[in-house]
């Protein structure tokens, strides 16, 4: 039979992979004795991390304890093994990250992925000092405009001049110098693309007091014509117009010598944090490169063309060239890496690493495992499976950065009530709840006494956070850290509620669901804790939670059918006007979107035109004060972040402005020590094993 | 006329009736106990009947071992600190991310955010039972109207119900059914959804082919030619007939329809926290890798619902291969997995 | 035979437009503001209120009519612009170019697996039809056949990336992890040293001389192709066996064993090279399946082919690129079935294409 030494075969085979089967999984039967999280080494550092730091700006916040809880009970080991062995891929930092760049093209850039990269090729006027989120140096301009220099200058009729002298002798990564022109050329690129969804309205606001190019090409049409400057539609302006909405946009960018100069028609505070390094849509382009590779070439006839692209008509979409310390080397879109190299002729000296690689890797685990092998020597590490890196030989964590993010939940105070499904029977009687439930004070008070912020911050974002002291974020001019904040309140919780709509709400008590964008636990298990607590209230009070789709979700908060939004706000630039805008301001996306009316616009409208920074202050705490009283929402949280890198990346520090991280004064060595300057500063922890 | 309005007359047509629908029963349940007869004698199939039987028991009797923490809701899972079989869920909310081994809460341990896995694998059965036979039928009965329709009017009705048919077949399954769920948004009535809209096309083409050979056979020309309608036609003589084979085939694909369903809430098609096995393993996905010191930390988050899913589909194949055999060459290969 | 081809690729179109009209009929169940999604893809860039989302609507003509959406697409279609991919970051056509190598790849690496194992194991447990190799045989590929791609490949992924991996020598460094290429020989492959002949990496590789990057790219593809062989081999054993089962009762086998011939050559050249037929017709959709089917198999191991990419696509309502993607999917349905059907008739006299 020719069967008989198949047979063999086969038998062999399985024999092979049972045994093998067996021997993959043989460990897992025994971990009765699962081996938890094995203790996990001190900082190498004695530093005291949440003593009392000395931060020139702000007093220490009460609430930052919880972030090193379970430290005192370990002992104190410092004893991590000094690194050995070869350091892999000695001249390429690589990144693994899990986010997708959106495009390349500066003025086109809206988001902290592109931003990043954006960050390390081309510079700005301005930067920022380090980790200092207030102190700016110059940059490719040898001053930061002040009124003290006399680069900021205003005139009687209340416009400001801010002046730039540019610096001479930089060239571009193709070799070509920049002037003066390349920097208003950048800008007035940027105000007169004005991609929809884009960041061109920073700009267009404060220098042309609109929002779009389009509104301001209307308002001129409707001059020259005497239209209405509504009626008017912008695909059908006349040429003359578009040249004259041009002029206005160069006007307002002007080149003097060697200097720019930017006319803004009244004071706008932020202007400078507008235009530093970190503003992606600041970044100076090269004006002849640009030209070539097909982008607008800074005629005033030819602009309509190049107004809101496509991403595929976007002649820069995915090529670069700046005078930053790195040079893009490829960007695949395949995998979604991207690589950049060292600029060697860099102006403040090469950076370091010859190369950086940015590797997209979407699973968990591969990029734990990246981490691990030393693949990978920065790594995003999502906060959920920090168990499962924590502990990891040869990885440096520094954990307690604040993040210029809050995280609040809104009450929608003119709640649609066609279609929704959200607010049950839409009236008060115990099945649902009506349309402007939110929009009495007590109901508010209510929830803000009844959410308890320690249980979830400990639970939903271990620990790593610190309550949300107001509209304003700790880190922020103006933030007022005596602000009275909410906490656990039950009794005084049910004292509101028994107020609420004339008792009524006691006695019918109330039901809606909240939606969460899926997979958003955080905002899950906080509408959990709030539910628990209502019910503990009064048995009739109910929350259901529903995940929604982002697609479903961003169509219900546009229509208007959510109850409650639980959301997160991360800043365009560094100023309190850019959080209490959106938050409280009837034109804000957040204050449009729960319908809070007028009262603090006025008040917000003076905080912006005001220079003097008392009175501005004095401005800005009210806004917290009234933030707080009115119980606008729920102000969760302010992150706290984490970095984990191997141990051999040496000179890192992180400003909470950036876009991302910064690579520029990276390097990878043995004997590469945490920035212990820095950390101290800002009260950081760092471990490493 | 007035004679059959007498009671005898009328009682006659009842139990004439009666009997009718009795034999039709019999009939089946004899092809049945034939069949199952058949499968007895096959020590493989006997095993996957066995599953089978194990898997329907923990469905039915998901109330009894694993009482629901809110009847209302019972396929959501718990996240509560004691989650133990016939006992209701007890103490606090947990939102731990991190899984948490076998323990004397937790039997088979929780996965991600404190779901415990027993419960959620007991309900995953329901769930699995559930959703296989609401799809198997609600598919096979417009599958069974279009085919059967095609077949008999033939010409241009066939010609365009099977070119309709076949622009459904063209989509890639798992491509189609995870837009359709996507636009729907998540949940499993939105997958169920999903699966009968590009499930029947299948069928349709199956009972057709069924149909057009019953339809050569000379009973149904007889019928015809002694004036029957169309509907009475296909309904009374064409379907009995064609159906059987087309029944136990369609029966036998709820395995690969759960295994499907599983990859879509893989996915993350289903709301988060819904007893589904596939879930589970979606949610042990980031964990697979243990921690730096034990690679296999958290088995269990991997091991229990792989083996419940796995298990259930064999059962199924096992009884599918045997009834295949049977039934065997015109049942071969109808149907082909898409994952 | 060229009337008949043609009459079938006169379909394609037919077929094409249902299969997007139908895409399109789905869509819209969703209103402009959920179809914006795509372009605002989360909360932290719902920046500057309703009136930019407005504009975005406006821009990308997701208001518009079903019929003016569908026939903006066709009309670049025909000019043979696929639109542009946001989950690609690209244009449709380059994003499905710079995958469609590495499905391409992985497919024909599992190929051969899937066809050796059925047809090896196929013939055995005909000849010994119910004997217990048959019956062992039926086992395996059963578990086969009920294991989900997605636990078998977690559980190789833990077995062998996680466990095993560790304890190897650094030869293998890299080996069984996620992806294409390690970065080393990613950094090789992309650069200008390095030809891309085929855009296959094993092959270009050994092109090129560059042995390391070979096996780095065999290593990468082990577990993938494991998944995906032994999930897809029991559909065809069964037809294997079936179909020799079948001939080995034919006439001339009978006459082949009395006239002396030897079994070994009985099997071998007669009946294995008929049963065969039926696997050749099979394997044409195997490569259709395969492609679409391997989704769930690319997801888990993050490797960078079509697979990867239709999930994604699907699941952000990115509509050009599962435009694209049908479409490419649809043609190559038709040609895989033309091809088949001519094989067919090649293979097997008695079949007349009319």
Not at chain 1, 302 to 313: F, G, L
Not at chain 3, 84 to 105: D, I, M
Request: hydrophobic share 45%; glycine share 8%; net charge neutral.
């Amino acid at each position: 039979m020719n069967g008989n030494s198949n047979i063999l075969l086969i038998i062999l085979a399985i024999a092979a992979v049972v045994v093998l089967g067996f021997l993959a999984l043989k460990p897992s039967a025994p971990p009765a004795t699962p081996e938890q999280p094995t203790p996990v080494e001190k900082p190498a550092k004695p530093e005291k991390p949440t003593e009392p730091q000395k931060p020139q700006e702000e007093p220490p916040a009460p609430s930052e304890q919880p972030t090193t809880p379970q430290k005192p009970e370990q002992p104190q080991q410092p004893t991590v093994q000094p690194l050995t062995g070869p350091i892999k891929n000695p001249d390429t930092l690589i990144v693994a990250d899990l986010s997708d760049i959106d495009t390349l093209d500066p003025q086109f850039a809206y988001d902290t992925a592109s931003g990043e990269i954006i960050f390390h090729v081309y510079d700005n006027l301005i930067m920022y000092d380090g980790p200092s989120t207030e102190k700016f140096l110059p940059m490719l301009a040898t001053q930061v405009p002040s009124l003290e220099n006399g680069l900021i200058t205003e005139n009687p009729d209340g416009s400001v001049v801010i002046r730039f002298p540019i610096r001479q002798g930089i060239k571009f990564h193709n070799g070509n110098a920049l002037t003066a022109e390349d920097v208003a050329y950048s800008f007035q690129r940027l105000m007169l693309m004005d991609r929809s969804g884009g960041p061109s309205w920073l700009v267009l606001s404060p220098l042309l007091n609109v929002n779009t190019i389009a509104d301001m090409a209307k308002v001129i049409e409707a001059e020259r014509t005497g239209q209405n400057a509504d009626e008017i539609d912008f695909q059908a302006v006349s040429p003359e117009t578009l040249v004259a909405t041009c002029e206005r946009v160069k006007q307002a960018v002007r080149v003097n010598g060697n200097d720019v100069e930017f006319s803004l028609p009244k004071p706008f505070p932020p202007f400078l944090s507008i235009v530093a390094q970190s503003a992606s849509w600041a970044a100076i382009i090269d004006q002849e490169w640009a030209t070539e590779q097909g982008a607008w070439d800074g005629s005033c006839d030819t602009w309509k063309a190049h107004y809101d692209p496509q991403k595929e008509n976007d002649p820069l979409y995915e090529k670069m060239n700046g005078t930053g310390p790195f040079m893009l080397e490829r960007w695949d879109h395949a995998t979604g890496d991207i690589s950049l190299v060292r600029n060697d002729n860099y102006w403040r000296g090469p950076a370091k690493l010859a190369r950086i690689v940015i590797k997209k890797v979407n699973e968990f685990s591969t990029r734990k495992l990246m981490l691990q092998n030393g693949d990978a020597d920065i790594a995003t590490i999502n906060r959920k499976f920090v168990d499962q890196v924590d502990g990891t030989p040869g990885v440096r964590l520094i954990k307690g950065q604040l993040r210029m993010t809050l995280g609040f939940v809104l009450f929608n105070q003119k709640i649609t009530k066609e279609g929704n499904p959200y607010i049950g029977s839409g009236q008060l009687d115990g099945n649902g709840i009506p349309p402007d439930f939110f929009s009495d004070i007590d109901v508010r008070k209510g929830f803000n006494y009844a959410f308890d912020w320690e249980t979830f911050i400990r639970e939903a974002i271990k620990n790593e956070a610190e309550q949300a002291k107001g509209p304003i974020p700790r880190g922020v001019q103006f933030f007022n850290p005596e602000n009275p904040v909410y906490h656990l309140d039950l009794k005084k919780a049910e004292e509101h509620f028994k107020r609420a709509w004339d008792g009524q709400l006691w006695q019918k008590g109330f039901k809606f669901t909240a939606p969460y964008l899926v997979d958003d636990q955080a905002s899950k298990t906080l509408f959990e804790i709030l539910k628990r607590n209502l019910q503990k209230l009064n048995p009739k009070f109910d929350i259901e939670t529903v995940n929604l789709e982002w697609s479903a979700l961003l169509g219900q908060s546009v229509k208007g059918t959510l109850p409650v939004y639980s959301a997160g706000w991360l800043e365009d630039y560094h100023d309190a006007h850019n959080w209490v805008f959106p938050l409280m301001h009837s034109q804000g996306t957040y204050a449009t979107a729960t319908n809070m009316g007028t009262q603090y616009d006025a008040l917000i409208d003076r905080g912006i035109k005001e220079l003097d920074p008392t009175k501005r202050q004095e401005i800005y705490y009210e806004l917290q004060r009234l933030a707080y009283e009115d119980a606008i929402a729920i102000f969760t949280d302010q992150p706290l972040g984490r970095h984990y890198q191997q141990r051999w990346v040496d000179g890192y520090y992180f400003n909470p402005i950036w876009p991302g991280r910064n690579f520029y004064p990276l390097s990878k060595r043995l004997d590469a020590k945490p920035n212990m300057e820095y950390v101290t500063q800002l009260g950081l922890v760092v471990e490493e094993w | 006329m007035n004679a059959a309005r007498t009671p005898a007359a009328l009682w006659a047509a009842l139990q004439w009736t009666i009997q009718r629908l009795l034999d039709a029963v019999m009939a089946f349940m004899r092809a049945l106990w034939d069949t199952l007869k058949q499968l007895l004698r096959n020590p493989l199939s006997t095993i996957g009947l066995l599953l089978l039987v194990f898997y329907a028991l923990i469905a039915l009797l998901a109330p009894v071992l694993a009482p629901p923490e809110r009847p209302a809701a019972p396929y959501q899972i718990p996240q509560r600190e004691i989650v133990r079989p016939f006992q209701a869920p007890q103490g606090k909310d947990v939102f731990e991310t991190t899984p948490t081994p076998p323990s004397a809460h937790h039997v088979l341990g929780t996965t991600q955010d404190h779901y415990d896995i027993y419960y959620a694998l007991i309900w995953g059965a329901r769930n699995a039972f559930k959703l296989g036979i609401i799809i198997v039928l609600s598919t096979l009965l417009i599958g069974i109207v279009v085919g059967a329709i095609s077949a008999y009017f033939g010409s241009w009705v066939d010609e365009i119900l099977m070119r309709i048919v076949e622009i459904f077949l063209v989509f890639p399954f798992l491509l189609a059914t995870l837009v359709l769920t996507t636009i729907l948004g998540r949940g499993l009535d939105k997958i169920v959804i999903a699966f009968i809209v590009f499930g029947w096309p299948g069928y349709a083409r199956f009972v057709r082919g069924e149909v057009l050979h019953v339809k050569e056979n000379t009973y149904v020309e007889a019928a015809r030619a002694a004036g029957a309608g169309h509907l009475r036609v296909i309904f009374r003589h064409v379907l009995p007939n064609a159906i059987y084979p087309v029944l136990v085939l369609a029966s036998l694909d709820i395995g690969s329809i759960v295994l499907s369903a599983s990859a879509l809430s893989f996915l993350g098609l289903i709301p988060e926290g819904f007893a589904d096995w596939g879930q589970l393993i979606g949610f042990s996905r980031n964990w697979i890798l243990g921690t730096v010191q034990n690679p296999l930390e958290y088995w269990y988050t991997i091991v229990y619902p792989g083996l419940a899913i796995s298990l259930f589909v064999l059962g199924w194949n096992l009884l599918g291969d045997a009834v295949r055999d049977i039934f065997d060459p015109r049942l071969r290969g109808a149907r082909s997995r898409s994952s | 035979m060229l009337a008949y081809i043609a009459r079938r690729l006169m379909f394609l179109p037919i077929i094409l437009f249902g299969v997007t009209v139908l895409l399109f009929a789905m869509l819209q169940l969703l209103d402009p503001y959920e179809r914006l999604s795509l372009y605002v893809r989360d909360p932290s860039q719902l920046r500057g209120g309703k009136e930019q989302l407005d504009r975005l609507i406006e821009k990308y003509g997701l208001a518009d009519p079903l019929y003016l959406q569908y026939g903006r697409w066709v009309s670049k279609f025909v000019q043979g612009d696929f639109g542009w991919s946001e989950t690609a970051k690209t244009t449709v056509l380059n994003g499905f170019l710079g995958r469609f190598p590495a499905t391409v790849e992985l497919t024909l690496f599992a190929i051969g697996p899937i066809l050796f194992f059925a047809i090896w194991l196929g013939v055995i447990s005909a000849v010994h039809h119910n004997r217990w190799i048959d019956q062992l045989t039926r086992v395996i590929t059963i578990l086969g056949y009920s294991l989900p791609s997605f636990v078998l490949g977690l559980v190789l992924l833990m077995a062998f990336y996680g466990l095993l991996s560790r304890h190897l020598p650094p030869l293998f460094s890299g080996w069984f992890s996620p992806g294409r290429l390690s970065e080393w020989a990613q950094q090789i492959a992309s650069s200008e040293g390095f030809h891309a002949y085929t855009r296959l990496v094993t092959v270009d590789a050994l092109l090129n001389g560059q042995w390391r990057v070979f096996w780095d790219a065999v290593g990468h593809l082990i577990l993938p192709v494991m998944t995906l062989s032994y999930v897809n081999w029991a559909g065809f054993l069964r037809i294997m066996r079936s179909s020799m089962l079948e001939t080995l009762r034919q006439d001339y086998v009978t006459t082949a064993r009395a006239k002396g011939v030897e079994e070994r050559r009985v099997i071998k050249k007669h009946a294995r090279r008929n049963a065969l037929i039926p696997i050749v017709t099979l394997s044409g959709f195997l490569v259709v399946g395969l492609l679409s089917g391997v989704v769930i198999t690319e997801t888990i191991f993050g490797y960078p082919g079509l697979g990867q990419w239709a999930a994604q696509a699907a699941l952000q309502l990115d509509v050009p690129s599962v435009l694209g993607l049908l479409t490419f999917v649809t043609i190559l349905f038709i040609v895989v079935n033309l091809i088949v059907d001519l094989l067919y008739a090649v293979v097997d006299p008695r079949v007349r294409l009319t």
